[in-house]
């Protein structure tokens, strides 16, 4: 696979600009809305920005059991967890198929839903066959337990970022990120994916690596965490640490 190639093989991008934001911004006001919790939030961006390729926006009821049963969308593709937007009964009678949904995020309009359908569900099902548990103290599923009873699938539109993204100055999407390995003439790129600090042992996994690599992709997970994690603004320190004094130029820092 050429290093630019997306999962799936398209490089999803569902943010609008100039008229047609415009325009959706207009017809925002006339529409339902749904107030998003922060993992809805955080769905909705990466939908948008293409970090879920091919997905272009929230998951029908074909994709979402394929997924569930095959760790496969419909169409084959490879796809381990089902991306989805749950909503209350009392939501999903008054949403109707074929028209748009206002996405909000506290008083942001951060765009809209093109809702194709909605369908229930089994919850305990869906935590059988994606967790391989139905135990509440798995955090996966508490919150699918705790989601509505409803699903809405449909392509959604980004039209505004959210508020209050955490450290913006590394935050870089696919697009950026792909045009960084070939300005630096990266084709071969080793990414390593942590949400805790980096220990001697991964810097030494990322060294035997970069033997064989042209670059490092360092990506942190830096949302939610468990009260007994170490904050995120020490871990992007270490980690800004490792990379100016080991890995040097040849690596990128990016969430």
Known sequence: MKLTDPHGGVLVNREVTGRERDQLMRAA?????LQLDARQISDVLMIATGAYSPIEGFMGEADYHSVCSNMRLANGVAWPIPITLSVSSDDARRLCIKK???LYQD???LGVLHLEEKY???KAHQADLVYRTTDQLHPGVQALYNQGDWLLGG???LINRPD??????????????RTIFINRGWRR??????RNPVHRAHEYIQKCAMEIADGLLLHPLVGETKSDDVPADVRMRS?????STTIRSRALFSQ
């Open 29 to 33: 006001s006339g529409m339902p809305r």
């Open 120 to 122: 229930s569900y089994g």
């Open 107 to 109: 008083h942001l309009l």
């Open 239 to 243: 980690y800004e640490k490792i990379l």
């Open 100 to 102: 748009d949904v206002a």
């Open 155 to 157: 392509r959604i539109s």
């Open 189 to 194: 790129v080793v990414a390593f994916q942590t």
């Open 164 to 177: 209050d993204v955490s450290f913006p100055e590394y935050r870089k999407d696919p697009s950026e990120t």
